[in-house]
């Protein structure tokens, strides 16, 4: 393929092509004969492109850590408007009571605000990671699979 846009998944379905279009040996329950070159274009093709793919999900835990510090500013933010709006109120007798009872209600609701979008965003993280670890985990496996096939193939072919 050498096509640097093939995503590893496009690389592992050109060599279920390469397998499929292989030659199939007679009596030998299921063992195909394959082209090694070319399976090894498409195994460096697939080298190629998982240092991209590892790229992409440092970035995505990069965002991560971007999403909690915005997170921990908007939560600064809403608390110094809290603090500033209680020390203005502070002036009136009556209005002293009202004014950190606010205060503590926005605080709190800033700090529930902070833990909601960090466990959001912590969950999202982590079912991005997982997703690209099932999926790195799937491609290894095939990936595996396919060696076995081949050191299979060329242990029957010589004998």
């Known amino acids: 393929m050498s096509n640097n846009q093939a995503t590893i998944e496009d690389l592992i379905d ?5 397998l499929d279009k292989g030659w199939k040996m007679p009596l030998s329950s299921g063992k195909v004969l394959v082209d090694s070159e070319e399976i090894r274009a498409i195994l460096d093709d697939i ?22 510090a915005e997170a921990k500013r908007e939560a600064d ?17 009556e209005v002293v009571r009202q004014a950190q009872a606010k205060a503590n209600e926005i605080l709190a609701q800033a700090q529930a605000q902070f833990k909601e979008m960090r466990k959001a965003s912590n969950d999202y993280v982590d079912d991005l990671m997982r997703r690209t670890d099932e999926s790195l985990s ?9 060696r076995q096939n081949i050191k299979s193939s060329q242990r029957n072919s010589q004998i």
């Open 77 to 93: 933010s809403i608390v110094r408007a809290a603090e500033e709006r209680g020390k203005a109120l502070i002036a009136q007798e």
């Open 138 to 146: 799937e491609c290894l496996t095939e990936l595996r699979k396919t």
């Open 47 to 68: 080298r190629d492109v998982f240092p991209k793919e590892i790229g992409q999900a440092k970035a995505i835990v990069s965002d991560h850590g971007q999403i909690i």
């Open 14 to 18: 050109e060599m279920y092509d390469v």
